[in-house]
DNA sequence: TAGTGGTCTAGACCACTCC
DNA sequence: GAGTGGTCTAGACCACTAA
C-alpha cells in the first residue's frame, strides 16, 4: 500500500528534524514545497501531522520551530496501544495472560456495550516494560464477535492487531477516562506494589468504524512506575 | 475581529448537528460548499474543527457522522480551562485562594522553567464544583514576569485570563500529566476525603507563544467526583 | 456505478513577525 | 518592506462504500 504524499513528507522531515535542534526553524513552508517538489498544501498537511505529534510548534509570521515534546508523550491524538507506545519511547513491552473467562453481562457492560450482548469474554492481563510490571488490566470483548478468538495469541499480538486481522475490526475511536483508586490485594501483588497504595486508573473503550462498541478495558497502573502524558493547544481564545 | 470563514461555518454546523441525531449523516462536502457557497476546503476545515471535537466522525466512502462525544468530554485537542470546561458541562465552577506566597526556586522548578528564575508566587486554590470541592491545586508562575498580579482577582477570573489580559501572555501549549498518590491530611481536609484515600494527581505545565513556561501546576482530584475524560482517533495502521 | 471522503495542485490574498 | 504562516478558491484524481 502506497502511503500518502505528505505523510512520506512527513517521515522526511522527521529525519530532518532529528538532525536539528530544539528552537531552530525549520525552511518555509514555500521553500519546503520548493525544495521536495510538492504543492503547499501537501507541505502543510505534513507539517499539520508533525504538530499534533510534538516535533514541531507554529508561530505566524516566524516560521515552524522545532520542540522534543514527541519524546516525553505517550499519547497525541494517536490511538493508544500499550505495544506501540512502549517501543516508541523504546522500550520493551511485554505481556502476561494471568486469566481469561467467559461471564455473563451485568449492568455496567450493559450500559457501555448497549446491544443486548449475553456474554463477553473477560480478559486479565499484566502488562510489563522491560521486565518491570506497568499495569494490570481486566478487557471485556463480546463473546458473539470474538469468540473465535485465539487465546494462545494473546500474548504474542495486540489485541488491536488481532482485531484487525482476525475479525476484519478496525478500532476508529477510543475513549479514555482517568481517575485513581487504592489497589486491592491481587492487584498489589502482580504490580509488586505495597497493599493500600493508590494507583492510576484508566477506563477505556474502544469503537469500531461502525461506531459500535468492541471492546472495554479497566487498568490499572503503578503510578511510580507509568504515567499519562499529552498536550494540548490552544485553539481559542481566552 | 472577524472570525475566520472555516470557523463560523463550523458554528453554524454545530447549531444543524444540535437539531439532528446521533448517527445521521451530515450532507455531502460538496453540498455543503455548495449550500454555504465556500469551497470544498473550507468546508474540509470546518470539519476537522469539528471531528476534533467530537461532533462528528468521518468515514471514507460514507460520510460524516453525527456523534455526541462532545457532551462527556472534559478535553479534546481545546486548551485546558477548569473555568470553562465547568460551564461546558453545565455546572458553575467557583474558586477559592487558600494561600498565596513568594518563594525562592528549588531544583524542581529550575528544571521545569528552565529560565533561572531566583522567585516565584505560590498560589494553592480550592476548586469547587456547584459548592462541591473537586480539586487542590498548587500553582507555581514566575515572580519577575508577574509580580504585579492582583491576588484578589484570582477568585473571580481565570488564571488564563488574567495572564492574556493584564500580561499580554497568551497560552499556547500545555503539558499535562496524569498519575495517582495518596492524599495528605491537609488535602484530605480540603477536598473532604477520607485520610489515605487515593487521589488524581495531575502536573501541568503551560508554555506561551515565545516557548517560554509560564506556569506550573499540581493538582490533586477527588476521583470520586472528578475524572479526566479525552478520546483518541485512529490515524495509524495496526 | 454513483457518490462519498482523502489527497493533491497552482495560485491568491490576509495577518503577523522581524528588521 | 520582506518573508512567514493562515485562510481561501477552483479544480482534479484516487480510494472507499453502498446499492
Same mark, same amino acid.
Given at each position: 500500500m502506497e502511503q500518502s504524499l505528505y505523510i512520506q513528507l512527513s517521515e522526511k522531515l522527521i529525519e530532518k528534524i532529528n538532525e536539528m535542534e *530544539?528552537?531552530? =526553524?525549520?525552511?518555509? @513552508?514555500?521553500?519546503?514545497?520548493?525544495?521536495?517538489? *510538492?504543492?503547499? !498544501?501537501? *507541505? #502543510? $498537511?505534513?507539517?499539520?501531522? $508533525?504538530? *499534533?505529534?510534538?516535533?514541531?510548534?507554529?508561530?505566524?509570521? #516566524?516560521?515552524?520551530?522545532?520542540? %522534543?515534546?514527541?519524546?516525553?508523550?505517550?499519547? =497525541?491524538? @494517536?490511538?493508544?496501544?500499550? !505495544?506501540?507506545?512502549?517501543?516508541?519511547?523504546?522500550? @520493551? +513491552?511485554?505481556?502476561?495472560? &494471568?486469566?481469561?473467562?467467559?461471564?455473563? !453481562?451485568n449492568e455496567k457492560l450493559e450500559k457501555i456495550f448497549l446491544n443486548g450482548e449475553q456474554k463477553f469474554i473477560k480478559l486479565?492481563?499484566?502488562?510489563?516494560?522491560?521486565? &518491570? +510490571?506497568?499495569?494490570?488490566? @481486566?478487557?471485556?470483548? +463480546?463473546?458473539?464477535?470474538?469468540? %473465535? &478468538?485465539? &487465546?494462545? %495469541?494473546?500474548?504474542? #499480538?495486540? $489485541?488491536?492487531?488481532?482485531?484487525?486481522? %482476525?475479525?476484519n475490526e478496525v478500532?476508529? =475511536?477510543?475513549?479514555?477516562?482517568?481517575?485513581?483508586? =487504592?489497589v486491592n490485594e491481587e492487584v498489589a501483588r502482580q504490580l509488586d506494589v505495597s497493599p493500600d497504595s493508590a494507583v492510576l486508573q484508566i477506563y477505556r473503550t474502544t469503537i469500531n468504524i461502525k461506531n459500535e462498541t468492541i471492546e472495554y478495558t479497566e487498568s490499572k497502573a503503578d503510578p511510580s512506575k507509568f504515567s499519562y502524558r499529552t498536550v494540548h493547544h490552544n485553539h481559542i481564545e481566552y
Open positions: *530544539v528552537g531552530e =526553524l525549520l525552511p518555509s @513552508e514555500r521553500k519546503l514545497a520548493e525544495i521536495y517538489g *510538492v504543492s503547499r !498544501t501537501t *507541505v #502543510r $498537511l505534513a507539517l499539520d501531522h $508533525l504538530e *499534533v505529534r510534538g516535533y514541531i510548534l507554529r508561530q505566524h509570521g #516566524r516560521g515552524s520551530i522545532v520542540v %522534543d515534546y514527541h519524546k516525553s508523550l505517550i499519547n =497525541l491524538s @494517536e490511538m493508544y496501544s500499550f !505495544t506501540e507506545q512502549m517501543k516508541a519511547l523504546g522500550q @520493551e +513491552p511485554s505481556t502476561k495472560l &494471568i486469566g481469561h473467562s467467559i461471564i455473563n !453481562t486479565i492481563r499484566l502488562r510489563s516494560s522491560d521486565g &518491570i +510490571p506497568l499495569m494490570y488490566e @481486566e478487557s471485556f470483548i +463480546p463473546f458473539s464477535k470474538f469468540q %473465535d &478468538i485465539k &487465546i494462545k %495469541d494473546i500474548e504474542k #499480538r495486540s $489485541l488491536y492487531g488481532i482485531f484487525k486481522e %482476525d475479525f478500532v476508529k =475511536l477510543a475513549q479514555e477516562e482517568f481517575s485513581a483508586d =487504592l
